[in-house]
């Protein structure tokens, strides 16, 4: 009893920075939400936290600036355009990465060692470094200003630390399982997608999370290979755009942002349970 | 159904010689055991014969067919693993399904051997649970069912029992035995447990650092074995083994371990003559050494002194651990009655039918 009492005691401060690390991401994000549902005027004359007086009172929300946004400012082709860059370049590293990281794993190649300690290595190689010589080539190739080519730049962006993880995670599976797949009359293929592929799912998932956070948010890179046209621009980049054409609508910039921030929530959210999951469990004894 | 043989088989990890110069024949329907302490190549040889390691020498035969360089899913064999290797996120059903499946059997024949494997196994109600929902046993059983569906010519096992307790272990040795009855096919099995091996193999190879020391039956293996290894290793508590010489006196051949004397049995004594005078290394197991009151009937019984060290009453008997009077170590399996303390001086007596003799260079058994 006294035992239980002392080892609650002990976890409350870890308990109090929890909370206060959750509510220090939580009331600015808070705020940009309530904000984004104000008029113009209510935005401008006072804070965000006074609709807590009358909390139900009806008329002090409004959907317009998220009409607004959507229509007049082109964050609604912008959203499209953020998902066409940011699913292939999300799928298509952790595609490319799994085979690389099964063949780290679990095949014997000459220089197997070498060729993955260089795949780790160009973890520490700067993305900016590869700006320049990287756009002069897709303006030759005419990559610049592409879907595709922003695809493939992400891509390989990604690759490193995906293969990276996802190796070391292969790498955890028993080999027992692949042998008993290969006596079952199993390819290299059959076994990637049917045993492989399947238990990596917690590993898949949580590296689709992090791919499509960081391709979502990119500034930098949609930037410079895609260019701001209208056509093209993903979320970033219109919203960049509208700090500078908007700078004191903050009603509306609240509701774009929001916009920006609704799908990583949605994904998050939804593939987070497999962070936790562990899906070994049982295959080899108890 | 089909037999396997092994000529020279060798195999290297590096300048590790696992398996060396392996030759050996299995007989079609043989329930062969590999057994030895771990590392010694028991595990290797078994895996080059399901095709997971690629031999450094030699040839491996599995009914007339040369299977050297075929890949481990054509060798038309079946492992059950030491870990069961049970696919976590399939069914049962899936898990016993799914070599047939990659092989293209029919569906309704697949359903038909998965089922039928189940019954044999009693694991029908499992069929629909995941390996995380199953027990130990449940999980072997369904590694065994995964094994069977596939009707495969050999069977493999590594160590499929040293994963269960010790009185699940018991009992699906005997399931094991009987399912190598009922199927008629070949059973390689691995094992370090020489309990195990007693119990189930038609024959037992014992190995030793990649080397085969001996091949032969249970019963053969016990009486007869081939050299001090062998010896020491079959048989639980192990054989007691004296560093000792042969004398002759009065016609009479004895054993002379200093501070005992023992009488060699006629009808033994004619062919261990030769090595008169000769150093030997005497073996006798702790089941041949009884204590004085309780001795069977028909035994060729010569006498010793001990005194007694440590007991261990196992109930249906005593292990008494002794130490002869110039303080050799070694172990009696005695009656249950016998009356002994630590510290005691007891007369105890040995079955000289059953005594061992080997070669104290080259450790072999001496005929």
Same mark, same amino acid.
């Given at each position: 009893m006294i035992r239980r009492v002392e080892t609650t005691l002990a976890q409350v401060p870890l308990h109090l920075i929890l909370v206060g690390m959750a509510l220090a991401w939580f009331i600015p994000t808070l705020g940009l939400l309530i904000s984004s549902f104000r008029t113009q005027d209510a935005v401008l004359s006072s804070?965000?936290?006074?609709?807590f007086r009358n909390p139900? $009172?009806?008329?002090?929300?409004? $959907?317009e600036n998220y009409r607004a946004v959507l229509e007049a400012q082109g964050m609604g082709r912008a959203f499209v355009n953020s998902i066409i860059i940011t699913v292939p370049a999300t799928f298509l590293p952790i595609l490319v990465a799994a085979l690389a990281a099964y063949a780290f794993a679990w095949m014997d190649f000459p220089m197997r060692r070498t060729l993955f300690v260089i795949v780790v290595g160009l $973890?520490?190689?700067?993305l900016q470094m590869t700006l320049i010589p990287i756009l002069r080539l897709y303006n030759r190739t005419h990559l610049a200003g592409t879907f595709p080519g922003i695809w493939l730049a992400h891509t390989g962006y990604g690759l490193p630390l995906a293969v990276y993880l996802l190796r070391n995670f292969f790498a955890e599976i028993p080999r027992d399982l692949f042998e008993s797949a290969f006596l079952d009359g199993a390819s290299r293929w059959t076994a990637f997608t049917h045993i492989l592929l399947p238990l990596s799912v917690p590993a898949l998932a949580s590296l689709a999370i992090f791919q499509f956070i960081w391709v979502w948010n990119d500034l930098l890179v949609a930037l410079v290979? $895609?260019?701001?046209?209208?056509?093209?621009?993903p979320l970033t980049v219109r919203l960049s755009s509208l700090v500078n054409s908007l700078g004191q609508n903050w009603h509306l910039l609240t509701a774009a942002a929001f916009i920006s921030m609704a799908l990583p929530l949605v994904i998050f959210f939804s593939l987070q349970r497999y962070f936790v999951r562990g899906i070994l469990a049982g295959s080899v004894k108890g | 159904m089909a037999s396997v043989t092994f000529e020279h088989v060798t195999k290297k990890f590096g300048d590790v010689v696992?398996?060396?110069?392996l030759t050996l024949h299995i007989e079609d329907k043989e329930f062969l055991v590999f057994v030895g302490p771990?590392?010694?190549?028991k595990t290797t040889t078994l895996r080059l014969l399901a095709g997971l390691e690629e031999l450094t020498d030699g040839h491996i035969y599995i009914g007339d067919r040369?299977?050297?360089?075929?890949?481990p899913k054509d060798r038309d064999i079946a492992m059950v693993f030491q870990s069961y290797a %049970?696919?976590?996120?399939?069914?049962v059903y899936d898990n016993m399904a799914f070599g047939l499946k990659l092989r293209k059997v029919p569906k309704d024949e697949i359903d038909r051997r998965v089922h039928e494997a189940a019954r044999i196994l009693g694991i029908e109600q499992l %069929?629909?649970?995941?390996?995380?929902?199953?027990?130990g046993g449940q999980r072997q059983r369904v590694a065994v069912g995964r094994a069977i569906v596939?009707?495969?010519?050999v069977f493999l096992f590594d160590?499929?029992?040293?994963? %269960?307790d010790a009185k699940l272990r018991v009992q699906t040795r005997a399931e094991l035995s009987k399912l190598h009855h009922r199927l008629g096919t070949t059973f390689v099995y691995v094992t370090h447990d020489q309990v195990e091996a007693m119990t189930m193999a038609t024959r037992i190879a014992v190995m030793r650092d990649g080397v085969l020391q001996q091949v032969d039956t249970p019963q053969t293996l016990y009486?007869?074995?081939?050299n001090v290894f062998v010896a020491g290793f079959i048989g639980s508590p192990s054989m007691n083994f004296f560093d000792a010489t042969l004398v002759e006196a009065d016609g009479k051949l004895f054993v002379d371990g200093g501070s005992f004397r023992l009488e060699v049995p006629p009808h033994l004594a004619e062919q261990y003559?030769?090595?008169?005078g000769q150093e030997v290394i005497f073996g006798i197991r702790p089941e041949d050494i009884h204590a004085k009151p309780y001795v069977p009937p028909e035994i060729f019984p010569a006498e010793m002194r001990a005194q007694v060290d440590v007991t261990e009453l196992m109930g249906s008997e005593i292990f008494l651990y002794c130490l002869t009077p110039d303080g050799r170590a070694f172990v009696a399996r005695v009656d249950p009655r016998t009356k002994a303390r630590r510290g005691d001086v007891v007369d105890l007596v040995v079955n000289m039918d059953h005594m061992h003799l080997f070669d104290p260079k080259t450790e072999k058994r001496l005929e």
């Amino acid at each position: 009893m006294i035992r239980r009492v002392e080892t609650t005691l002990a976890q409350v401060p870890l308990h109090l920075i929890l909370v206060g690390m959750a509510l220090a991401w939580f009331i600015p994000t808070l705020g940009l939400l309530i904000s984004s549902f104000r008029t113009q005027d209510a935005v401008l004359s006072s804070g965000w936290w006074t609709v807590f007086r009358n909390p139900f $009172l009806a008329g002090q929300f409004t $959907l317009e600036n998220y009409r607004a946004v959507l229509e007049a400012q082109g964050m609604g082709r912008a959203f499209v355009n953020s998902i066409i860059i940011t699913v292939p370049a999300t799928f298509l590293p952790i595609l490319v990465a799994a085979l690389a990281a099964y063949a780290f794993a679990w095949m014997d190649f000459p220089m197997r060692r070498t060729l993955f300690v260089i795949v780790v290595g160009l $973890l520490v190689v700067p993305l900016q470094m590869t700006l320049i010589p990287i756009l002069r080539l897709y303006n030759r190739t005419h990559l610049a200003g592409t879907f595709p080519g922003i695809w493939l730049a992400h891509t390989g962006y990604g690759l490193p630390l995906a293969v990276y993880l996802l190796r070391n995670f292969f790498a955890e599976i028993p080999r027992d399982l692949f042998e008993s797949a290969f006596l079952d009359g199993a390819s290299r293929w059959t076994a990637f997608t049917h045993i492989l592929l399947p238990l990596s799912v917690p590993a898949l998932a949580s590296l689709a999370i992090f791919q499509f956070i960081w391709v979502w948010n990119d500034l930098l890179v949609a930037l410079v290979y $895609l260019g701001g046209t209208e056509k093209v621009a993903p979320l970033t980049v219109r919203l960049s755009s509208l700090v500078n054409s908007l700078g004191q609508n903050w009603h509306l910039l609240t509701a774009a942002a929001f916009i920006s921030m609704a799908l990583p929530l949605v994904i998050f959210f939804s593939l987070q349970r497999y962070f936790v999951r562990g899906i070994l469990a049982g295959s080899v004894k108890g | 159904m089909a037999s396997v043989t092994f000529e020279h088989v060798t195999k290297k990890f590096g300048d590790v010689v696992a398996v060396n110069d392996l030759t050996l024949h299995i007989e079609d329907k043989e329930f062969l055991v590999f057994v030895g302490p771990s590392g010694c190549g028991k595990t290797t040889t078994l895996r080059l014969l399901a095709g997971l390691e690629e031999l450094t020498d030699g040839h491996i035969y599995i009914g007339d067919r040369l299977v050297d360089d075929v890949p481990p899913k054509d060798r038309d064999i079946a492992m059950v693993f030491q870990s069961y290797a %049970l696919y976590p996120h399939m069914s049962v059903y899936d898990n016993m399904a799914f070599g047939l499946k990659l092989r293209k059997v029919p569906k309704d024949e697949i359903d038909r051997r998965v089922h039928e494997a189940a019954r044999i196994l009693g694991i029908e109600q499992l %069929l629909d649970r995941k390996p995380k929902q199953l027990s130990g046993g449940q999980r072997q059983r369904v590694a065994v069912g995964r094994a069977i569906v596939r009707n495969p010519k050999v069977f493999l096992f590594d160590e499929p029992l040293s994963n %269960l307790d010790a009185k699940l272990r018991v009992q699906t040795r005997a399931e094991l035995s009987k399912l190598h009855h009922r199927l008629g096919t070949t059973f390689v099995y691995v094992t370090h447990d020489q309990v195990e091996a007693m119990t189930m193999a038609t024959r037992i190879a014992v190995m030793r650092d990649g080397v085969l020391q001996q091949v032969d039956t249970p019963q053969t293996l016990y009486e007869k074995p081939g050299n001090v290894f062998v010896a020491g290793f079959i048989g639980s508590p192990s054989m007691n083994f004296f560093d000792a010489t042969l004398v002759e006196a009065d016609g009479k051949l004895f054993v002379d371990g200093g501070s005992f004397r023992l009488e060699v049995p006629p009808h033994l004594a004619e062919q261990y003559r030769k090595y008169k005078g000769q150093e030997v290394i005497f073996g006798i197991r702790p089941e041949d050494i009884h204590a004085k009151p309780y001795v069977p009937p028909e035994i060729f019984p010569a006498e010793m002194r001990a005194q007694v060290d440590v007991t261990e009453l196992m109930g249906s008997e005593i292990f008494l651990y002794c130490l002869t009077p110039d303080g050799r170590a070694f172990v009696a399996r005695v009656d249950p009655r016998t009356k002994a303390r630590r510290g005691d001086v007891v007369d105890l007596v040995v079955n000289m039918d059953h005594m061992h003799l080997f070669d104290p260079k080259t450790e072999k058994r001496l005929e």
